[in-house]
């Protein structure tokens, strides 16, 4: 009876061979699991706060402040795309205190900065530079970071969620013609339900001017402007990632996208994405044509200043070193 109980119940070696192996791989993937690279938040955004021009005795506040905007920012999923931890986007937003309105309300400038590699060099590009001069916000100390794409609750986390994903399209932009639209999309969304609720920042007719949150959105979104986008794209992936390898043709690229741009600032001058663009790359573009033939450098100087006056004197540097 114990034969037969036996002989009945063993595996036969196939079997328990099979199973042998398959119990030997999910050890070995729970000891690697720890080494293997997991999906990260889109973001890497240090934010920096100044308070030195506010007059308060609650200097903790800041520090809080600080904390809680870098952790909103980093620890949020904003898209359905894995990143690795080292292809998260780098991100600076420099935060400048210019008064304590109230008990617990704020009012400040902005500079938001994005950092892109660039291939095959150890090089970091500016990939956006922008003043944001209407940031106004209620914020206590332990306060909750509530938010919802599709729901003003505070205009300090539409604001934050507005350059989170201003952020990660212009990004996608870089790598991709027009990659970033969808997170444009769901940044628009945010200003219109913004600009509902009378929140500084978000609206077209605000001090006279068109250099806001509304207007920068306005301006990415506007199909009259795509050439400022197209170019972002080809300066980025066709320029700077190829100069090394290709440096006269990425010259000649640049002075195709100045061509490009020319055409835009006739339909809207002044416009605020045009602005950044020059206030971000102008530099960086006479970098690159510095060592460019003599027609390169006089024709890109003779576009650049075009496009951006206020830094003529060092455009035509390119032709008067």
């Not at 539409?158 to 870089?174: N, Q, T």
């Not at 991709?176 to 997170?183: A, C, H, Q």
């Not at 996208?257 to 339909?267: A, G, T, W």
Request: aromatic share 12%; charged share 20%.
């Amino acid at each position: 009876m114990h034969a037969f109980l036996m002989k009945s119940y063993c595996f036969p070696k196939s079997v328990f061979t099979k199973r042998l192996q398959i119990l030997l791989l999910l050890l070995c993937l729970f000891l690697l699991a720890p080494c293997l690279p997991l999906p990260a938040q889109e973001l890497n955004c240090k934010v920096t706060i100044n308070a030195q021009q506010v007059q308060t005795l609650e200097r903790q506040v800041f520090q809080e402040m600080e904390n809680a905007f870098t952790q909103f920012l980093n620890n949020r999923r904003w898209t359905q795309d894995n990143f690795t931890p080292n292809e998260r986007i780098q991100c600076n937003l420099l935060i400048t205190m210019r008064e304590a309105a109230g008990i617990g309300t704020f009012k400040a400038n902005v500079q938001v900065q994005i950092l892109r590699p660039v291939y095959g060099t150890t090089y970091n590009t500016q990939l956006f530079n922008f003043l944001d001069q209407y940031w106004e916000f209620d914020y206590a100390i332990g306060q909750q970071m509530d938010f919802n794409d599709n729901q003003f609750i505070n205009n300090l986390t539409a604001m934050l969620g507005y350059y989170a994903y201003l952020i990660i399209g212009l990004d996608y932009d870089s790598f991709s013609k027009m990659g970033g639209t969808p997170f444009f999309e769901k940044a628009l969304i945010i200003t219109n339900f913004s600009g509902q609720a009378r929140a500084s920042g978000w609206t077209a007719f605000e001090n006279n001017k068109n250099n806001n949150r509304y207007w920068m959105m306005e301006n990415i979104m506007n199909s009259q402007l795509a050439p400022i986008r197209e170019s972002n794209y080809i300066y980025h992936r066709q320029v700077l990632d190829q100069f090394t390898e290709s440096p006269e043709k990425s010259r000649d690229l640049i002075i195709k996208i100045l061509k490009d741009l020319s055409k835009v600032i006739i339909l809207r001058p002044g416009a605020v994405f045009l602005n950044t663009f020059f206030d971000t790359k102008g530099v960086e573009m006479v970098n690159l044509l510095k060592e460019g033939t003599p027609e390169q450098r006089s024709e890109a100087a003779q576009l650049l200043s075009t496009l951006d006056p206020p830094k003529t004197e060092q455009y035509m540097k390119l032709v008067n070193p």
